[in-house]
């Protein structure tokens, strides 16, 4: 099946740096979608982006299908940024579309 | 519903017990998926429903797992005879379509003593 690598596995920040966190996957997608795992285990989904560019406050994402990779900003970090991001994608080559999940990068927003 | 809605949120069970969980999705929603998240793990894929279309099984770790879903509604996960590496957090998502944006659940936590 399709495989997802994510970058860095850990990262540490002090409140208000940028960062950048990196999905690589091993084939195309029919879409890709970014989510924020809180501390008290809780998913959000962040963007839904197959391809292109989308913004929403100081987060922004970026997939470049063709290349196989997709790119989360975080601009000016906050504390409640701290958490897991993690990157998923479907691809119907393999089975009808299920959802297939990197294993995340766990960032820690210090004050 | 206006999100995503599993039960019970906790579940204390002994070795051995069979349990069910439970996930309501979005009204509406054709896609439903479950997934297993060990405690400091990444969400590993365990089944997939798709509207009518023959569930994608391929995730499930045993025999002692199986789901079932009733047209675009609920759907049960059942574990049989629970081991303690059952132990887990239990999620659940659902989208308009395969292949939608999916909306998570806030999660069984299965402890097995």
């Known amino acids: 099946g399709i495989q997802v690598e994510q970058s860095p596995p850990d990262l540490i920040l002090q409140e208000g740096a940028n960062s950048t966190l990196r999905c690589n996957f091993s084939?195309?997608?029919?879409?890709l979608q970014w989510f924020h795992q809180n501390p008290w285990g809780q998913l959000i989904n962040l963007f839904y982006i197959p391809s292109g560019t989308k913004q929403n406050g100081r987060l922004s994402a970026t997939t470049v299908a063709t290349e196989r990779y997709s790119l989360l900003y975080i601009s000016s970090s906050q504390t409640t940024d701290s958490g897991v991001y993690f990157c998923?994608?479907?691809?119907?080559?393999?089975?009808?579309?299920?959802?297939?999940f990197g294993a995340g990068t766990r960032l820690t927003v210090k004050p | 519903g206006a999100g995503v809605s599993q039960s019970p949120s906790n579940k204390v069970t002994e070795k051995g017990k069979d349990v069910e969980l439970r996930c309501d999705p979005i009204s509406g929603h054709t896609a439903l998926y479950w997934y297993r998240q060990r405690l400091g793990q990444g969400l590993e894929f365990l089944i997939y429903?798709?509207?009518?279309?023959?569930?994608?099984k391929s995730g499930l770790p045993s025999d002692r797992f199986s789901a079932e879903r009733t047209g675009e509604s609920v759907s049960t996960l059942t574990i049989q005879r629970t081991q303690q590496e059952d132990s887990a957090v239990y999620l659940c998502?659902?989208?308009?379509?395969?292949?939608?944006?999916?909306?998570f659940g806030q999660g069984t936590r299965l402890t097995v003593v």
């Open positions: 084939d195309s997608v029919n879409n």
């Open positions: 998923a994608v479907e691809n119907n080559r393999y089975n009808n579309n299920d959802m297939r």
């Open positions: 429903f798709q509207g009518n279309s023959a569930p994608d």
């Open positions: 998502a659902s989208s308009s379509q395969g292949g939608g944006k999916a909306f």
